[in-house]
């Protein structure tokens, strides 16, 4: 196992409301990356933090939001949801300068 | 055209067989090259990088052609175990930069 965790492991939400998933980083590591993985379609990046400040983002709205605390675990949120934003959210935790990036088990999110 | 491409499948195979997953990717720049295997409901994991050398892992062997920009994967003796999504995924610089995903290949090895 890579070490990294995500909460909840599903949920079900619906139209416009708002979600928190949650994101353990491994031991070590100071940058989480979120990705959402839509049925039959490869992980598409949301954005990344690195030491608790945003160090990218993909073109995603910004009803994504994100945040990485001290301990750098990290919080993805989405407000107004809508029916597309079903999907696998993947969160991948790395140490700085290093490309091997290491994948939670993802939740799984349903929006009715 | 999309940044990385492949050929969705599915890739029907006999145990045994030698298969081969292809990939394109458009930017130039790209530095870093990797296939991860996604099992069903499943979070993707590393398989190998890719490098220009070409690499060997068992049963596994990845070749990167920058000319090309072209990548591949050749599974050799497939196992029922290797029953999974191939995603090929690119790196535009080397480091902690976000990885950019092809939608995958899928194989299914039957016995």
């Known amino acids: 196992e890579t070490g990294v965790t995500q909460s909840p492991t599903h949920l079900i939400k619906t139209r416009g409301q708002q979600v928190t998933l949650r994101c353990s980083s491994q031991?070590?590591?100071?940058?989480v990356s979120w990705y959402q993985q839509a049925l039959g379609q490869g992980p598409q990046f949301i954005f990344q933090?690195?030491?608790?400040?945003?160090?990218g983002r993909g073109n995603f709205p910004p009803r994504f939001s994100g945040l990485q605390f001290p301990n750098y675990s990290s919080e993805l949120n989405v407000n107004a949801l809508e029916l597309d934003d079903s999907a696998l959210y993947l969160c991948?935790?790395?140490?700085?300068?290093?490309?091997?990036?290491?994948f939670g088990p993802g939740t799984r999110l349903l929006v009715l | 055209r999309k940044e990385v491409e492949q050929d969705p499948g599915p890739f029907n195979v006999p145990e045994g067989a030698t298969v081969a997953f292809n990939c394109t990717y458009s930017?130039?720049?790209?530095?870093?090259f990797f296939w991860y295997r996604q099992d069903c409901r499943k979070e993707p994991k590393l398989l190998m990088s890719?490098?220009?050398s070409g690499n060997e892992d068992g049963r596994f062997t990845a070749q990167l052609n920058r000319a090309s920009q072209y990548i591949s994967l050749l599974i050799r003796d497939s196992k029922l175990s290797d029953s999974a999504t191939y995603l090929c995924?690119?790196?535009?610089?080397?480091?902690?930069?976000?990885?950019?995903f092809g939608k995958g290949t899928r194989l299914s090895v039957i016995a």
């Open positions: 031991s070590g590591h100071n940058t």
């Open positions: 995924v690119v790196n535009l610089i080397s480091g902690n930069t976000p990885l950019v």
């Open positions: 991948a935790s790395s140490r700085d300068n290093q490309e091997t990036q290491y």
């Open positions: 930017n130039s720049a790209s530095q870093s």
């Open positions: 933090y690195y030491r608790e400040e945003e160090n």
């Open positions: 890719v490098y220009s």
